[in-house]
């Protein structure tokens, strides 16, 4: 029941969400038909306007963003609005003309969701041993060492990694490609690119779900009850020292699964994040809001699968 | 330290929880999106010719693009009347020959009689009249529809005064005949026939698909390459037109455009073989240019582009031309080349590049400090005394651009101060407020630059007409707007010379609404031992279809 209405609940709030970044948007100084070269007369500039409907009231570009509304024409007749957001359709996009945003979406997101997931994969595949052994190996040189390799991988930026790695691996001993998105070879660094920063963070967050978890009573309880050491940390004290993780990966994982500007910029690779950002600068609004619909929605679901494995990790969690 | 060790008896397996840790959750997941992303391998071949073509494309219909790069593209894929050879000239493309009337107003053009689109359909001159006034139908929102104006009633039909077609001046008497009507002789009118707006498009894939026509495959081509696929900030994949009408000397089968902004990932790809050219400036790091320009596979040439700086003409004290003059005399051109631009520049003395078209560049102001005091202290400005603070406004460069605009505004900012005694304060804004306070006036000078539409003196000289939407510096003289009209006007091209030159020295000597400060050059990397056919030009365009390996040097291909 709780899930039902958490459910019921996301419509509007991607409803809300889409008005504000439509609104906000608008709100930025400019137009997306802004040029440094004017066009040669004024007439152009009306008839993009008129063709993408930019020169109409806020609202009613808003609802026919929707889909929802009609509008007369110079005879009186109504046209209902055709395609719009309650019809699966994202827009038209301003800077590329040829493509909607369902385009750009459908092209975009095949790249950024497997580049996301092996992301998302080292860091959890990085990060949980780190600091689960850091956690281990508490106050020894290996918690130093790990500690501050997890530390750095958060405070190194990925605009500063991926050139590293560019250097080290695709320059100098050509391992892999310098750039381009063509084979599985092609997606190791970008990914380690991605995801070193996410593996700092859960690296971090395991230490600390360990240390406490182990000064739990319940782990007393089971060290007195002669448990061996191994069946406790791995069955027992790992399913709660988990869990601050569990609600990070949701909001990481929509992160990584929309795109980097940066890492893609760096490595040439055709995800969300470079549309995102260009269309941001260049305000081409339709992509703008689509995509952070897109997000919105991503992030909304993965929250809620977060809570989902809540019950399955934590026995004390009960939702009404 | 005396804290409590957390797993006294680890000891056998001290790092199975860890490797059991990574098993359980860490490796499924990476071994799912694996399998994800092999599910996505493009097991593609590799192409012929991999071409860096700077920015993604914002559009490959030719009606709608305004972008080099996306000319670039276009230009392999559809073709007009004629199309630009190797060197960027234009030749007979589509049309084999033409006849121009005594008064230079009517064009006839003969089409090819053996043009057929790649999918099959003959090419008709009704595809090149339907082309052309589907550029100019508001409908469209075509930003180059102003290429068009030049054909009789183009701009009342493109500004909806008239809604017949008919009445513009473009017209097919038969299947092989096309007919150009003009309102003025216009000497670059076959420069604009070569040009994007005007190539011929297919008309039943756009009646049928609307504005996502380019997405249809097959997609019809009229020039030497088809589209095969395009996958946004991937590649552009190009194929041989079989059915072009030059397809026997198209020399190379497939080719991929690369879309990378970022100079040094082109420079890296090119470096281990990924690509086989870069044709764009901002694909050469700028911190590299020192060593760069010097290697043999890197080469440099002008371009038919100004940087300058413009003036607010209805502000005080920049509505008195001596002021804008010591302005100009007081800037040390070569200084600027020397320390910022370096091979990216030409120190200019006038508006208009040198190797244009049919034009030679009246001389400039030059620099002459001295005199630029004099005329200050003539305009009431002695030593800068009483010279009001003003501001030099300048965008951030947008991400990956290599102009260096802070730079220059520094540089300009010391030499007004040490030559004039005038204090200059810097304006850096974000891109959108500079272009809308540039077009309200909001200024009192800033950069700005411009880049030639097609080869000749008309694309730079008709910006300071009084009333051109990219005059934007208040200036109105109708001696010039009278001069570059009667060039516009002449048949004669040494008369027409001469009134361009006359506007230009007005331009840049007497009133100075703007103030050259350097021609862009063209950069770009390619061995030229291997690649053979690129040849670089003003215009900076090559024909792909002129272009071609070594084949001793493509081993496996």
């Known amino acids: 029941m709780y899930f039902l209405k958490r459910i019921a609940f996301m419509l509007p709030l991607v409803l809300l969400i889409s008005f504000l970044s439509f609104c906000l948007m608008h709100a930025a100084p400019g137009g997306p038909f802004d040029k440094e070269r004017k066009p040669a007369s ?10 993408y409907h930019t020169d109409e009231p806020l609202m009613k570009q808003y609802l026919r963003y929707l889909g929802i509304g009609y509008e007369r024409d110079a005879q009186g007749n109504i046209h209902w609005f055709s395609g719009g957001l309650i019809r699966g359709d994202f827009g038209p996009s301003y800077k590329k003309r040829d493509h909607s945003v369902n385009d750009i979406i459908a092209q975009g997101l095949p790249v950024s969701l497997p580049l996301g997931f092996m992301a998302f994969g080292f860091a959890l595949g990085v990060g949980l041993p780190l600091g689960f052994y850091t956690a281990v190996k508490r106050g020894r040189w290996q918690d130093y060492a790990g500690s501050f390799l997890a530390i750095l991988a958060v405070c190194v930026p990925g605009l500063v990694i991926g050139p590293l790695l560019l250097v080290a691996f695709a320059i100098h ?35 600390e779900g360990m240390l406490n978890v182990m000064q739990s009573e319940f782990i007393t309880t089971a060290r007195a009850k002669g448990m061996s ?70 992030l909304l679901a993965l929250n809620l699968l977060v809570d989902l494995a809540y019950v399955f990790l934590d026995p004390r969690v009960r939702y009404e | 330290m005396n804290l409590p060790a957390i797993s006294p008896s680890l000891r056998l397996g001290k790092f199975r929880p860890a490797i059991d840790c990574c098993l359980r959750l860490g490796f499924p997941l990476f071994l799912f999106s694996l399998l994800l992303f092999t599910g996505c391998a493009r097991n593609e071949p590799r192409a012929d010719l991999v071409v860096i073509n700077a920015a993604e494309p914002e559009t490959l219909d030719p009606a709608i693009l305004t972008g080099q790069p996306d000319m670039r593209a276009a230009n392999a894929i559809f073709e007009g009347l004629t199309r630009l050879d190797a060197r960027a000239v234009p030749v007979p493309g589509l049309a084999s020959n033409w006849e121009i009337s005594p008064d230079g107003r009517i064009y006839t053009f003969h089409l090819r009689t053996n043009l057929l689109w790649s999918t099959g359909e003959p090419i008709t001159a009704g595809d090149i009249v339907y082309s052309w006034i589907r550029a100019l139908d508001p409908a469209t929102a075509s930003d180059y529809a102003s290429q068009l104006y030049y054909l009789k009633n183009g701009e009342a039909f493109n500004g909806g005064k008239i809604t017949d077609p008919t009445l513009v001046g473009v017209h097919a008497p038969d299947p092989q005949t096309v007919v150009a009507e003009l309102n003025n002789p216009t000497a670059f009118f076959l420069d604009l026939c070569a040009f994007s707006t005007l190539s011929v498009v297919p008309r039943q894939t756009i009646g049928k698909y609307g504005d996502r026509w380019l997405m249809a495959r097959p997609l019809p081509a009229s020039g030497p390459y088809e589209l095969v696929t395009w996958r946004l900030n991937d590649k552009i994949r190009l194929r041989k037109n079989a059915r072009y009408w030059d397809a026997a000397n198209t020399k190379l089968g497939l080719v991929d455009l690369l879309p990378i902004t970022s100079a040094p990932t082109a420079l890296n790809l090119y470096e281990t073989g990924g690509a086989d050219i870069a044709w764009d400036k901002d694909l050469v790091p700028v911190e590299l240019l020192d060593v760069l320009v010097k290697r043999p596979d890197f080469h440099s040439y002008s371009e038919l582009g100004s940087y300058f700086v413009r003036l607010n003409t209805t502000r005080k004290p920049f509505n008195d031309p001596r002021v804008r003059q010591a302005l100009a005399l007081a800037i040390d051109k070569a200084r600027i080349i020397r320390k910022i631009t370096k091979a990216g520049g030409i120190a200019a003395d006038s508006l208009t590049p040198p190797g244009i078209n049919r034009y030679h560049s009246p001389k400039g102001l030059g ?35 290599s102009v260096p605009h802070g730079k220059i505004g520094v540089e300009l900012q010391q030499m007004w101060h040490d030559e004039l005694g005038i204090n200059v304060e810097l304006r850096q804004v974000e891109w959108g407020t500079f272009l809308s306070a540039e077009s309200r006036l909001d200024y009192d000078f800033c950069r700005a630059s411009w880049i030639g539409d097609y080869n000749d003196a008309d694309t730079f000289l008709n910006l300071f007409l009084s009333n051109n939407g990219n005059n934007q510096t208040g200036w109105k003289n109708p001696r010039y707007d009278d001069l570059v009209h009667a060039a516009e006007r002449e048949t004669d091209m040494a008369r027409r010379e001469k009134f361009f030159q006359d506007a230009e020295s007005i331009l840049i000597r007497d009133e100075v609404p703007i103030i050259p400060i350097y021609f862009y050059v063209g950069l770009n990397y390619y061995d030229g031992k291997k690649i053979k056919g690129v040849y670089n030009n003003v215009l900076d365009m090559h024909a792909l279809n002129a272009i071609w390996k070594e084949p001793a040097a493509a081993p496996g291909h």
């Open chain 1, 173 to 207: 001993w050509q391992w892999f490609p310098v750039a381009l998105w063509e084979s599985p070879r092609h997606a190791i660094l970008p990914m380690i690119a991605l995801g070193l920063y996410f593996a700092g963070r859960i690296a971090r967050l395991m230490r």
């Open chain 1, 42 to 51: 004024p007439e152009i500039e009306r008839n993009l306007a008129r063709k």
């Open chain 2, 367 to 401: 620099y002459d400090p001295d005199k630029a005091r004099k005329l200050l202290a003539e305009a009431g400005y002695p030593g800068g005394r009483g010279f009001p603070s003003v501001q030099y406004m300048f965008n951030a460069p947008a991400g990956g651009a």
């Open chain 1, 229 to 298: 050491e191994t069946t406790l940390l791995l069955k027992h004290a790992i399913r709660i020292a988990i869990l601050p993780v569990i609600s990070y990966s949701g909001p990481m994982l929509a992160d990584l699964l929309t795109g980097s500007f940066v890492i893609e910029n760096i490595f040439q690779i055709p995800g969300l994040g470079t549309p995102f950002v260009n269309a941001s600068t260049g305000l081409d609004y339709c992509v703008v809001v689509g995509l952070v619909i897109l997000y919105a929605v991503l």
